[in-house]
C-alpha cells in the first residue's frame, strides 16, 4: 500500500482526491487542514507520498515544505492554482525539494477534480518512487554551484579543444522534476557558451514565463520563453512555451524556433519527440547535441536516439541523480545514450563538446 498525506484547507477538496484515490485500491490516506498538521503527520503517519496545497491558514505550503524536507524528506505533488502568483510559489516549492506540480483547473476550489484525474494520478504515484533531494542538497546548493561553476570553468578553459561538431544546437528534454535539475546545470554554463540551448520542459503554459524568468535570474546566460517566431542566437536558452510544442525551421537561410499548437498525437507538451525531429530536419545531426533529463515517460527517446545514430551525441542523465529515472531510462534502453553521467556533470560535458 502507499502511503498517501492530502493537505488542503478546503473540505472539498479533501473529499474529492480522497475519493480519487480510494478508487484506485492501494492507497492508504490521511487528511491535513492545513501545513502544521501536514508536519505532524509526516513524523506520524509517515507517509511515502504527499499532496501538497499552497495556500493555507495557520501555516502555508511552502512553510510546511521546507519543515517536512528538514525533519523527514518524503515525495511532495504541490497543488495550486494556476495564476502568475502561483506559478512562483510553485517553483519556490520545487526549489525547496517538491518532486512535481498539478494545477487545480478550477481555482482554489475545484468542482471538476476529472480534468487532472489521470495527471495527478501518474504524478503521485511517480513521487511515492522518487529519489529525494532533502533539506540538505537545498542548503548547500547555491554554494555548491558557484564552486561547481567555477571548477567547470577553469578546467574548460585549460582544455579549450577545437570542436569536432562545428556549428552546434543543444536540445534538453525534461519532465518530472526538471526545474530543480535545471536550476543545477544551466547556472554553471559561461556566460560566452557558444550555442543556443532549447529546452522542453513538460509544463502548463502559464508557468513557463514565469520559469524562464527565474532561470535568467541565476543563468550566466540569457533565458527567455520562446513566445513566438524567434530568430535562434548563440549563448541564448531558450525554454519552449507551455501550452505549445517548440518546432525548428529555416527561413531565409536562418534557423528559427516556432511555437506550435499541441499535436494531439503526442502525450507531453512541449514535445521532446517533435523538437528532437524538427532539429533533424533542418540541423545537421552530427551538430546536434541531446541532453535526456530525469521525467517521466519516453517522450524524445526514439528522436534523441536518431541524433545519436545519425552522428551527434547524446546525455541521459544516470540513475543515481534523475527524481524520476524513466525518461533517461528509455534513452539509455534504446542505446540512444553517448554519455551517461549525474546531473551534476552534464554542464562540463557540454563544455568539452563544444571546445570552446
Known amino acids: 500500500m502507499i ?3 492530502i493537505v488542503d484547507d478546503s473540505a472539498l477538496m479533501r473529499r474529492q482526491l480522497t475519493a480519487l484515490f480510494e478508487a484506485e485500491g492501494d492507497f492508504e490516506i490521511l487528511q491535513a487542514r492545513n501545513g502544521r498538521e501536514a508536519v505532524e503527520l509526516n513524523r506520524e503517519f509517515k507517509p511515502h507520498v504527499i499532496s501538497l496545497d499552497i495556500n493555507m491558514p495557520d501555516m502555508d505550503g511552502l512553510t510546511a515544505l521546507s519543515l517536512i524536507m528538514a525533519e523527514r524528506p518524503v515525495g511532495v505533488v504541490m497543488v495550486s492554482s494556476l495564476t502568475e502568483k502561483g ?6 516549492a520545487l526549489h525547496l525539494g517538491a518532486i512535481d506540480y498539478v ?3 478550477g481555482g482554489t ?4 477534480i476529472d480534468v487532472i484525474k489521470d495527471d495527478l494520478i501518474a504524478k503521485i504515484r511517480a513521487a511515492s518512487r522518487a529519489l529525494i533531494k532533502g533539506k540538505t542538497v537545498v542548503k548547500s546548493l547555491s554554494e555548491r554551484m558557484r564552486e561547481d561553476r567555477a571548477k567547470t570553468i577553469s578546467n574548460a578553459k585549460k582544455i579549450r579543444p577545437k570542436s569536432k561538431l562545428g556549428e552546434g544546437l543543444v536540445l534538453i528534454g525534461v519532465s518530472t522534476g526538471g526545474p530543480r535539475t535545471l536550476e543545477e546545470i544551466l547556472p554553471l554554463l559561461p556566460a560566452d557558451y557558444p550555442w543556443p540551448i532549447l529546452v522542453a520542459q513538460h509544463m502548463p503554459a502559464a508557468f513557463t514565463k514565469s520559469f524562464a524568468d527565474r532561470l535568467n535570474n541565476v543563468c550566466q546566460l540569457k533565458v527567455s520563453e520562446l513566445s513566438q517566431p524567434t530568430v535562434i542566437e548563440p549563448g541564448n ?21 516556432l511555437p506550435k499548437p499541441e499535436n494531439n498525437d503526442f502525450l507531453w507538451h512541449p514535445s521532446v519527440e517533435l523538437l528532437g525531429r524538427s532539429a533533424l530536419e533542418h540541423v545537421n545531426p552530427e551538430s546536434i547535441i541531446g541532453v535526456m533529463l ?8 526514439d528522436a534523441f536516439s536518431e541524433i545519436k545514430n545519425r552522428g551527434g551525441r547524446t546525455i541521459a542523465e544516470s540513475e543515481e ?7 533517461p531510462a528509455e534513452l539509455i534502453e534504446r542505446k540512444g545514450a553517448s ?3 549525474t546531473a551534476d556533470k552534464v554542464a562540463a560535458q557540454l563544455i568539452r563538446w563544444a571546445g570552446f
Open 3 to 5: 502511503r498517501l498525506l
Open 109 to 112: 476550489i475545484s468542482l471538476s
Open 321 to 327: 541523480s534523475a527524481v524520476v529515472f524513466g525518461m
Open 87 to 92: 506559478a512562483l510559489a510553485t517553483f519556490e
Open 339 to 341: 554519455v551517461i553521467c
Open 294 to 301: 530525469t521525467g517521466m515517460g519516453y517522450d524524445g527517446a
Open 103 to 105: 494545477a487545480k483547473p
Open 237 to 257: 536558452i531558450y525554454v519552449g512555451k507551455g501550452g505549445a510544442d517548440m518546432l525548428l525551421a529555416n527561413r531565409v537561410g536562418r534557423l528559427m524556433a
